[in-house]
């Protein structure tokens, strides 16, 4: 069962401010987020883990709440080169394998 | 530090024929994933490999889909016989562990035809 991406698609103008969010029916033990630009191979941008502290770097950071099984992604000031597809991976709780279940991904358009 | 290297990177066959891919994950990496890739969504995971030992292929269509990975480093995947529906990306992705940080590869793109 994937996790749950919102929104499917959203258009920024360069400078503006986007949340990508998560949603899990199962308990999560780790969240990790990708970006994949068309022909490219998906890169990785952070790894949320169960009771961790919120991660980020530059403009880019990301929560999860525990709660409520589900991890946002927060693109501040958004530059053209965000531009693509993101996806969210999650690692399920009580599994001993943890290959990534992905989300269907939100696409991000980022004008100048 | 190299990146994890597939091969080919594009394989073009017809129906009922057979094709294999190859993955070098980054050195020292003992965890090994296959992804498929449909166009339009997420990766799905096909098969997990911690050194040469399978940790999960419970999504790996077992009938036309095989993996090994022999010797705990380079891996392959196979496909016999190929449908329309296996038309994808092919992803290779390394960790360290299991639980840490999995980098992809370029992928392979099928087209079955």
């Known amino acids: 069962q994937q996790p749950v991406q919102s929104p499917q698609a959203v258009i920024l103008r360069e400078g503006e401010d986007a949340v990508i969010n998560c949603s899990s029916s199962k308990a999560l033990y780790s969240v990790h987020w990708y970006r994949q630009k068309h022909g490219e191979a998906p890169v990785f941008l952070m790894i949320l883990l169960k009771g961790g502290e919120q991660k980020g770097h530059e403009k880019i950071s990301a929560s999860f709440n525990e709660k409520k099984q589900q991890s946002s992604l927060y693109l501040t000031a958004s530059q053209l080169s965000y531009s693509g597809t993101y996806f969210c991976?999650?690692?399920?709780?009580?599994?001993?394998?943890?290959?990534?279940?992905f989300g269907k991904g939100t696409h991000l358009i980022i004008q100048p | 530090e190299a990146g994890v290297a597939q091969s080919p990177r594009y394989k073009i066959i017809e129906k009922r024929q057979s094709v294999a891919f190859w993955c070098n994950p980054i050195s020292g990496h003992a965890t090994l994933y296959w992804y498929q890739q449909i166009l339009g969504q997420g990766p799905k995971l096909l098969i997990q490999f911690q050194n040469n030992g399978v940790v999960d292929d419970s999504q790996l269509p077992k009938d036309r889909f095989s993996a090994e990975r022999l010797k705990g480093v380079d891996s392959t995947l196979k496909i016999q016989p190929a449908k329309l529906e296996d038309s994808a990306v092919y992803l290779c992705?390394?960790?360290?562990?299991?639980?840490?940080?999995?980098?992809f590869g370029p992928g392979t793109r099928l087209t079955v035809l």
């Open positions: 992705a390394s960790s360290v562990g299991v639980a840490d940080t999995q980098y």
């Open positions: 991976g999650t690692v399920y709780s009580g599994g001993g394998a943890d290959g990534l279940t």
